[in-house]
């Protein structure tokens, strides 16, 4: 049994608007979920699992070739290196056709902040947050 977040409205929302969505919350709060719920077509990733993390932050280019949008990247706190080239993708990608492409579920980077939408799921200030990115459409 689903139990529908009062969030996920606003977060598909953002995502038809925004090219990066940010969603960010204490561990094991549904985050995960409710975006592969929301987002059933992108493809997943988990950056949980060390070669994916690796490649993330030592080859970010290749691994956003290699996970093209749409596709939720989960636990993107492990590759912070990856904001980075992220960005650049998003303005490329907005000089190339004017279009915003993407969504993220991390909200730790200034370098995508500018172009987010970014949500909290919960609140709960002392436990560890974790994330996941998507990427919308490319």
Known sequence: MWIKRD????????????PVVVLTGARQTGKTSTLRRLFPNH??????LPT????A???????????????IIDEVQYAPGLFR????????????NGQR?????????NAVRAAAGIF?????????STSSLIRADA
């Open 120 to 128: 909290s799921f919960g609140e709960t200030a002392r436990v560890k």
């Open 52 to 55: 994916e993390a690796e490649q």
């Open 85 to 96: 080239h992220l960005k650049v993708a998003v303005d490329a990608r907005r000089g190339k």
């Open 57 to 71: 932050e030592k080859e970010p280019e290749s691994f956003l070739r290699r996970h093209p949008a749409p596709a």
């Open 101 to 109: 492409s993407c969504s993220l579920n991390y909200a730790a980077e």
């Open 43 to 48: 493809h997943f990733v988990s950056l949980d």
């Open 7 to 18: 969030i996920e409205d606003r977060v598909r929302k953002s995502a038809r608007t925004r």
